[in-house]
């Protein structure tokens, strides 16, 4: 039963696609801080 909300394959689709999207907003956010302390990373 409990698994019967994630049988929905546009449902499933958009949790995945969500969930990319978060884990790269993630990654994107860090750039600018690598880039502009560039010496304090390295």
């Known amino acids: 039963m409990k698994n019967s909300f994630l049988k929905n394959k546009s449902i499933k689709s958009f949790l995945d696609f969500f969930s990319r999207i978060l884990i790269s907003a993630i990654f994107i ?4 801080g690598k880039i502009n302390e560039f010496e304090r990373t390295v």
């Open 29 to 32: 956010s860090a750039i600018p």
